[in-house]
């Protein structure tokens, strides 16, 4: 498999645009997650999905932002409009079973650099 | 709500000293553990993780971590740092339903 897939890489835009960021997860994997990493905040949980279904969206910072998982090898996070604080590296992830049991761990992708100007 | 701390923000280190990074999480009910490492530019990779069983598991590259569970901590040991382990650490907590929950992280410096 390769891996959990993020795309853009990088991504610049000006503020009040709209930006999709997209990923992939792994092939089998029932669990998808997005995270926001900043320096001032560290490793923030914005949503995560079960079987395509959003479980908890408590992280999500404002309505400004929206996630989307419509099948089981797609899911984006929506950001309408952007602003400047909202730069930061956003990473998806994924992982196997909702049980406490062995090789349900996450899987990282390789992250979408955001930067609004 | 659930919530994972991580004592150091940053540590700087000389090559060949030991290391420990501490990790706290508040939950009540059982938990999987684990410690992910992120090197400068890149994604997240797990580095241990402990499901159940020997509270003491080992990692890659040298890493073991001991998990205390009357003391809600899952700290991170190494006996001998490298130059090549500077990176970012993080702790990580998973809970029945399958939260994931990320600490803080902590920046280590690995000096030569």
């Known amino acids: 498999d390769a891996g959990v897939i993020q795309s853009p890489r990088h991504e610049v835009t000006e503020m009040g645009q709209e930006v999709t960021l997209r990923c992939k997860p792994i092939?089998?994997?029932?669990?998808l997650f997005w995270y926001r990493q900043t320096m001032m905040r560290g490793l923030e949980l914005l949503i995560y999905f079960n079987n395509n279904v959003p479980i908890d969206d408590s992280g999500m910072p404002e309505d400004r932002f929206s996630a989307k998982m419509p099948n089981a090898s797609f899911s984006t996070l929506k950001i309408q409009p952007s602003e400047p604080r909202d730069s930061a590296v956003y990473f998806c992830?994924?992982?196997?079973?909702?049980?406490?049991?062995?090789?349900?761990?996450?899987?990282f992708g390789q992250g979408t650099r955001l930067t609004v100007v | 709500a659930q919530s994972v701390s991580q004592h150091n923000h940053h540590v700087i280190l000389s090559e060949a000293a030991s290391l420990e990074l501490g990790c706290n999480y508040s939950y009540g009910g059982t938990v999987n553990l684990f410690w992910y490492v992120q090197y400068p530019g890149q994604h997240l990779q797990l580095l241990l993780k402990?499901?159940?069983?020997?509270?003491l598991v080992k990692g890659i590259k040298g890493f073991e971590a001991e998990f205390i569970k009357s003391k809600f901590s899952f700290n991170l040991r190494k006996p001998s740092v490298q130059w090549s382990d500077t990176a970012e650490y993080f702790c990580?907590?998973?809970?029945?339903?399958?939260?994931?929950?990320f600490g803080q992280g902590t920046e280590l410096s690995v000096k030569p």
């Open positions: 092939s089998g994997h029932d669990y």
């Open positions: 402990y499901f159940s069983g020997d509270p």
């Open positions: 992830a994924s992982s196997r079973g909702q049980a406490l049991t062995k090789n349900t761990e996450a899987f």
């Open positions: 990580a907590v998973k809970v029945w339903g399958g939260k994931l929950i």
